[in-house]
């Protein structure tokens, strides 16, 4: 059977814009910032539906992580906070100490597990996963 085509100006078509008009105003007003900060922390989030989203001018991050609830984090006065895509957060300021801590903090939240490796790692971290059970025949 023939599927129905899509009505026009379809829901995708006008997503994709917005989406694209939305990461540029992030990479712009990230440019902006990142002029006068020092140090940068990357996250990345690993897992099936795990997402991460900004508000206030990069002053609280809204983390999905598979509870049942959002996790929000507010950011302290030196420190903010950008998602560019919903997998990967950047963590930036002047104090490098107040950067780390921020960042570790949202990584406590959902450290990687070591069998599968889900969880929030650091953009350069690399896990070490273990063998799983084995099965006896």
């Given at each position: 059977?023939?599927?129905?085509?899509?009505?026009?100006?379809?829901?995708r078509h006008g997503r994709?814009k917005v989406i694209r008009?939305q990461t540029f105003h992030?990479?712009?007003?990230?440019?902006?910032?990142?002029?006068?900060?020092?140090?940068?922390?990357?996250?990345?989030?690993?897992?099936?539906?795990?997402?991460?989203?900004?508000?206030?001018?990069?002053?609280?991050?809204?983390?999905?992580?598979?509870?049942?609830?959002?996790?929000?984090?507010?950011?302290?006065?030196?420190?903010?906070?950008?998602?560019?895509?919903?997998?990967?957060?950047?963590?930036?300021?002047?104090?490098?100490?107040?950067?780390?801590?921020?960042?570790?903090?949202?990584?406590?939240?959902?450290?990687?597990?070591?069998?599968?490796?889900?969880?929030?790692?650091?953009?350069?971290?690399?896990?070490?996963?273990?063998?799983?059970?084995?099965?006896?025949?």
């Amino acid at each position: 059977m023939a599927r129905a085509a899509p009505a026009a100006g379809g829901r995708r078509h006008g997503r994709s814009k917005v989406i694209r008009k939305q990461t540029f105003h992030h990479w712009a007003y990230f440019s902006l910032v990142a002029m006068e900060a020092k140090v940068f922390r990357f996250l990345k989030l690993v897992g099936v539906g795990f997402k991460a989203r900004t508000e206030c001018e990069g002053r609280e991050l809204f983390l999905k992580l598979g509870y049942s609830h959002e996790v929000q984090f507010t950011a302290p006065p030196s420190v903010r906070v950008f998602c560019f895509k919903p997998n990967l957060i950047c963590c930036t300021g002047i104090d490098k100490n107040r950067v780390h801590h921020f960042a570790g903090a949202v990584r406590n939240c959902k450290p990687p597990e070591v069998y599968k490796g889900k969880g929030i790692l650091y953009i350069d971290e690399v896990i070490k996963l273990k063998p799983g059970k084995k099965q006896k025949k």
